[in-house]
């Protein structure tokens, strides 16, 4: 299957207004990739309105700092999902996640807290996991806080986000807690390895590409040896079993469609309850592409289903 028309056209959107001699994101430092994608929240739209929206600064393992903001959309909410976004290691923010915080709180009933864990290359593996991990304590830490009761807790995100939700839940396993109801990976990155199918085909190379994905990693994880940690790369991890039920949710063409795939596969095998999606015609980074691309809204609804109490199917 091909691309949807929605996702053609604004490829194609994209590239008439970057013109003919536009620079890949690759291509560019850091500095210029962060701004000349920031223009992409601005087509999102403000995102529903919450009961209350608070901003708080952590402290970070090692004396820097970090936000989180966290959207309670009822009065009591029925879960609290810890958000960590996409964007490669290097790029996006919780400005950037927003609209899509919000909708997935207004279509749920959970709260929840987007963390803005700090980015490669100023801060590079494994300053991104230790800020994730201190986002789920305090989470833990600030349950009743938030919803009230010891509600549900929950941790997802997309693409490195997934990642990072992905390591921080065999974290939280390793240490005794903080207890999670389920873990949602979009499009997670869950290893290093640029020789699967998904990453060969040229169906693929759209938003995200076989040479970008080398950029955020030569950013993220700069020594190729330090790609094979599990906190690194999850799927190398030697054992999944005792992790909590997990949401996978796949794009058609994405370069990291195969190893999203095998990380479900490996829990699964590991016994861990596994719903998995691959969502058919869509390129990397659709889900958060909300009101942009009417399959973010579809996944929205099936993550929100889950954030509700509905089971994982096996």
Do not use: C
Not at 81 to 105: C, K
Not at 142 to 163: F, M, T
């Amino acid at each position: 299957m091909a691309l949807d028309e929605a996702t053609l056209t604004f490829l194609a959107g994209m590239a008439e207004a970057g013109g003919p001699d536009a620079k890949p994101l690759w291509e560019m430092s850091p500095a210029e990739a962060r701004a000349a994608s920031s223009g992409l929240k601005e087509l999102y739209g403000p995102g529903p309105e919450m009961l209350r929206t608070e901003d708080h600064t952590l402290a970070a393992s090692d004396g820097g700092g970090f936000r989180v903001r966290v959207h309670v959309p009822v009065q009591a909410p029925a879960a609290v999902l810890l958000y960590l976004h996409g964007g490669g290691w290097v790029l996006e923010d919780i400005d950037s996640f927003d609209t899509l915080a919000r909708q997935l709180a207004h279509k749920s009933d959970a709260a929840v807290v987007l963390a803005e864990y700090r980015k490669a290359p100023e801060h590079p593996f494994p300053t991104p996991v230790q800020d994730s991990w201190t986002a789920l304590q305090w989470t833990d830490k600030h349950l009743e806080q938030i919803a009230g009761a010891r509600v549900p807790l929950y941790i997802g995100g997309d693409s490195a986000g997934g990642n990072l939700s992905a390591v921080t839940a065999l974290r939280a396993r390793d240490n005794g807690g903080p207890a999670l109801a389920s873990q949602i990976l979009v499009y997670p990155v869950t290893d290093a390895d640029f020789t699967r199918a998904s990453y060969l085909e040229p169906e693929n190379q759209s938003f995200l590409t076989t040479d970008f994905m080398h950029w955020f990693w030569n950013h993220y994880v700069p020594a190729p040896e330090d790609r094979l940690h599990p906190e690194a790369a999850p799927l190398r991890a030697e054992s999944l079993t005792g992790l909590p039920p997990a949401l996978v949710i796949t794009a058609e063409h994405d370069v990291l469609r195969d190893e999203g795939e095998a990380y479900a596969r490996r829990l699964r095998e590991a016994g861990v309850p596994v719903e998995h999606h691959r969502w058919p015609g869509q390129m990397h980074a659709f889900f958060s592409m909300v009101n942009v691309l009417p399959a973010s809204a579809e996944v929205v609804e099936v993550i929100a289903g889950k954030l509700r109490g509905g089971p994982v199917a096996g």
